[in-house]
Nanobody, 128 residues
Framework: QVQLVESGGGLVQAGGSLRLSCAAS????????MGWFRQAPGKEREFVAF????????YYADSVKGRFTISRANAKNTVYLQMNSLKAEDTAFYYC?????????????????????WGQGTQVTVSS
């Protein structure tokens, strides 16, 4: 029902910033809670951030709190991840995902298995 495309990744020096975008092909993105995940080489895919369908609820992994901000612009069918004060350990392939369920309960929203639609991802590389 939802097709997602990530963009905005690239190479940045430690301490710098990037903004990732996740765009839907239709007008349905606003119906779904959204999450950002990342996966580094040789590592498990891990939770980064979550936002409810109306933006009223957000959750962040401890490792990114105070540095990353998730937001959404439903009129543009787009979810953003603003990443500031980037560290080398933030280097990973970043994915956005949509949850068909209308609820957003912990710990379910932290798990990859909760999400039904995934983008292809975008690479973020932070140099030290």
């Amino acid at each position: 029902q939802v097709q997602l495309v990530e963009s905005g990744g690239g190479l940045v020096q430690a301490g710098g910033s990037l903004r990732l975008s996740c765009a839907a092909s239709g007008r349905t993105l606003g119906d779904y809670p959204m999450g950002w995940f990342r996966q580094a080489p040789g590592k498990e895919r891990e939770f980064v951030a979550f936002i409810s369908w109306n933006g009223g609820t957000t959750y962040y992994a401890d490792s990114v709190k105070g540095r990353f901000t998730i937001s959404r612009a439903n009129a543009k069918n787009t979810v953003y991840l603003q990443m500031n004060s980037l560290k080398a350990e933030d280097t990973a392939f970043y994915y956005c995902a949509a949850d068909r369920d209308s609820n957003y309960l912990l710990p379910q929203v932290l798990l990859t298995s909760e999400y039904d639609y995934w983008g292809q991802g975008t690479q973020v590389t932070v140099s030290s």
